[in-house]
Nanobody, 122 residues
Framework: QVQLVESGGGLVQPGGSLRLSCVAS????????MGWYRQAPGAQREVVAQ???????NYADSVKGRFTVSRDNAKNTVYLQMNSLKPEDTAVYYC????????????????WGQGTQVTVSS
């Protein structure tokens, strides 16, 4: 059983910062890509940032220059540092990981966290 748990969300004023964390635990052999997605009320879930196992990041245009994704492979953790937050960044943020469960099978599975609310408002 694999579990992803996000933390770090909350209420912040425009221009402020937050740092999200997501820890993967359970029966894990290897974690490949990890990423952050968000879903605002009435909108579809969208990708925010992704990072490969080697540390190569990729960002949505809307967050480039403001958000930074990073990971600690030893801790099975991915982070999202969010600076210069705007009201339009308000959403539930989810992490996703692509995980290989066993060294005897190269099948990879996608897992999602339960989400953490980020609200940007004055």
């Amino acid at each position: 059983q694999v579990q992803l748990v996000e933390s770090g969300g909350g209420l912040v004023q425009p221009g402020g910062s937050l740092r999200l964390s997501c820890v993967a635990s359970g029966s894990i052999f290897r974690i490949y890509d990890m990423g952050w997605y968000r879903q605002a009320p009435g909108a579809q879930r969208e990708v925010v940032a992704q990072i490969t196992s080697g540390g190569l990041p990729n960002y949505a245009d809307s967050v480039k220059g403001r958000f930074t994704v990073s990971r600690d492979n030893a801790k099975n953790t991915v982070y999202l540092q969010m600076n210069s937050l705007k009201p339009e960044d308000t959403a539930v943020y989810y992490c996703k990981a692509v995980i290989q469960l066993s060294r005897t099978s190269d099948i990879k599975y996608q897992y999602w966290g339960q989400g953490t609310q980020v609200t940007v408002s004055s």
